[in-house]
């Protein structure tokens, strides 16, 4: 069942803050703070359900365009929540502008920046130091999305098995082959109807 909110404009001013801190820790994309912006929005305010965090994620994913996308549809659901499209619209308008402007600002900056020092030490190792950090930012998203809905999870692995297999190979898959990320999808739905369908 759908949540009814009734969200103050301090509430959407408090969503647009903290979208706006979000963008600047999101250095692998939006994807990567993801597990933060459940906290939030799922388990801290429960402005939105957690199918509807799951589905919006996995919609945007899906659709073709930039996976930012997602920030638009849990704004969407925000505002479906508190009251209709209306308030779907400006959701979308709070989480886009909030996740795009700092990070596109100081992107830009940073850029230009370290395209003129590109000969500096630290300038190097500062871009070698982020990789960890967002292999570990994308391995908590990826948790949040496979665990989604379930209570205990330690005692529903023995049924979850196969699809943490499947991931398991994809990601080796996709580490270790050129194979094309694509085929790895069409397989994943395949194997999704033939298992599990």
Not at 4 to 24: E, I, K, N, Q, R
Not at 34 to 61: E, G, N
Not at 100 to 111: D, Q, R, W
Not at 144 to 152: N, S
Request: aromatic content about 10%.
């Amino acid at each position: 069942m759908t949540p009814v909110l009734a969200l103050t404009p301090a509430d959407w001013l408090a969503l647009f803050g903290h979208f706006m801190s979000l963008s600047l820790l999101a250095v692998g994309g939006a994807i990567t703070v993801a597990p933060d912006m459940h906290r939030l929005l799922v388990d801290q305010r429960a402005w939105l359900t957690d199918m509807q965090f799951t589905q919006s994620i996995a919609i945007a994913q899906a659709a073709p365009g930039p996976n930012v996308l997602f920030i638009a549809l849990l704004g969407w659901h925000v505002g479906l929540n508190a009251g209709g499209w209306p308030l779907a619209l400006l959701g979308v308008a709070i989480g886009m502008t909030g996740i795009l402007i700092p990070s596109c600002t100081l992107t830009y900056v940073a850029a230009r920046w370290g395209h003129r020092n590109q000969h500096l030490r630290a300038v190097r190792a500062f871009k070698q130091g982020l990789a960890p950090l967002v292999i570990a930012l994308l391995i908590a998203t990826g948790y949040i999305l496979a665990t989604a809905g379930l209570e205990d999870f330690s005692a529903q692995w023995r049924t979850l098995w196969p699809q943490w297999a499947i991931a398991a190979v994809a990601t080796v898959v996709v580490w270790r082959t050129k194979l094309h990320m694509l085929w790895l999808l069409g397989g994943g739905a395949v194997l999704g109807v033939l298992i599990w369908g």
